[in-house]
């Protein structure tokens, strides 16, 4: 009979709560810790560990790290050229999953100038400005060859500075790539990965401000073509990875790419195992060694920024990504993830999932006329998730940490206006967190360029506060919310817009606009015969139905093209329904309001960036389950 000794749990099954077979073979490593590549010890003065306390320690160690770095970089007579790398940044040293494809150089192969440095992934303004150096007129034997696409041609120059501008302003929102390797090395192992460099940083490339729209739409096209593209299946997921990143302009007749290619950014990712680091050598063509331990770091941080940025790219297309859980079913797999990544990157992973669940367990309970018992299923399912996020802060050790737990509320709490009716508390909550994310965003402005290049989720996030406070404000004013707050709040969010914008067909300048006109309008989110209405016309697109919903009424006031082709349509088919419905009206069919008889103008670019639900010739009927909303044909226009 085994001894009471010998049944004892390692001390990392004990920690974890989970079964341990050590005292099967003494002396060998259990099945579990074998499996986790842990080290198995069996201690009798064993002790759990807190794991927020463990969390709050390492991220402690962390910053003492970081300012030892940041002290022996001041003191060295020679600048380094990159402050703050993340593992992620350097696998485009390491050979891409069963391709024969060389390493790219370190510094042999960089520019002869001084690239500026990435920070930590940073919301606000670092601590330290980036080290900057200008361009100059000698770059060595590496000078920058001038590159054209679609007879559209990049000098040298041009290159150099788009080169410097994305390292200064956009690299430190999406830190996966290594600022010494220089643009030609970048052409040379994946054409699509330089382009998609020049597409984001040419936003705010103020000597060629007419670049952003040439260079769209061939890049967009470039993208697509990525998968059967002989470059390494790594370079093409971090050029995709920039190319959803941040938002850029399409032709009026182009449907915005940005969904599908999310799509194909995931399952690109998954072909090539990193959403099972451990056992990414098992996807490839040919036989290779099992991953190190930096390679298992470097594919869990790039996994996750896939995973976060296809989460994202399909919230801000009112469409529902799939969660964590359903790409990595296996718990093992998710925990070894969290336990590898940087804790800010796990915090962000983790705020990201929680929006998704969220939005799953909403539409599971139902959003279109909810009934008392959805309305109170959904107000104990926004306790829950709010609870979660409340855990969350718990977590948070940096101003950008507790952004993003911010811009998760605020997705969380929009979900309130799936209700009929609002209490003043739920109003003031709503309103005061929309006030900090505008202003949280607006502070972006402090440091030049940054605001400029706020990737896409930020414009989101903008873009849901202010349409939020313009909904309270233009329906129904509580005297438990600070009103004077909430009109600023509005007026900075049009200016947030107005710097995020580049121009061209963005969704951030026609932000600028419908704002503009809906808050100067006195019919704006009110019933025909002028009573207030702040039921949700779109109910299908998750927490971005109230920014839809808004253009939606914006175009039913102000679009000119929409409104004469929809006052013709009216008179049709009324005389139609005369012949053969002997009088009757729309009002016969209370499932399917007026405004369903809408018709689609092919030229209108707001369906387009926002997907409509398109039939043949006309939009599919909206779910309006308060009643009709203010319209032109009954207010006399």
Sequence with gaps: MPSKRGKKACTECRQQKAKCDAFLNPGQPCSRCQKVKARCIISDPFKREHKRKRLSELEQET???????????ARSSISSPIAMLTAAAQMENVIGSGENQSALPSSQDSLGYSQPAITQPALFPPSMPLSVDSVSGSRGSDRTLPRTINGIKLTSDEIDDIFQLFFQDYAQWLPILDPKTSPNTYYSKSPFLFWSIIRAASRSYSKNPTLLNALSRSIMEMGFLSLISTSSAMYTIKGLLILLYWPFPRENDAIDPAFPLSGMLLHLAMQNGLHIPMSSHEFSRVRIAAPSEADLT?????????????????LSKGQSPRSLSDLTPEPIQ??????????????ELRCQETIVRCCNAVLENGVRALSPDQERALDIILRMFDTQVKELELQSSSDTDRFHILICRLHIQSFHLFKNNLSDDFIATLVAISCTVLEKIGDLGNKPGLLAASPLHIVSAAGIAACLLLRILKTSVSGNMDIERAKSAIFLGIN??????????ETAGKFVLILNQLWNSSKAFRKSEGSEYSGLRIRSRLSMSVTIDAFWRWRDEFDTQHRTLLLSQESTEGQHNTHENSGATSHDNPAIPSESQEAFFLDDQFLSDFEWALGDNRLFPPTEPCGPIWSSTTSGL
């Design 298 to 314: 470097k594919r869990s941080e790039l996994w996750a920024q896939c995973v976060i940025v296809y989460q994202r790219t399909c």
């Design 496 to 505: 947030i817009m107005k710097q995020i914008s580049a121009g061209g067909n």
């Design 63 to 73: 910053d003492e790290l970081r300012r030892k770095l940041r002290t022996s970089e």
């Design 334 to 347: 998710s925990h070894v993830l969290f336990q590898r990544i940087s804790p800010s990157l796990a915090l």
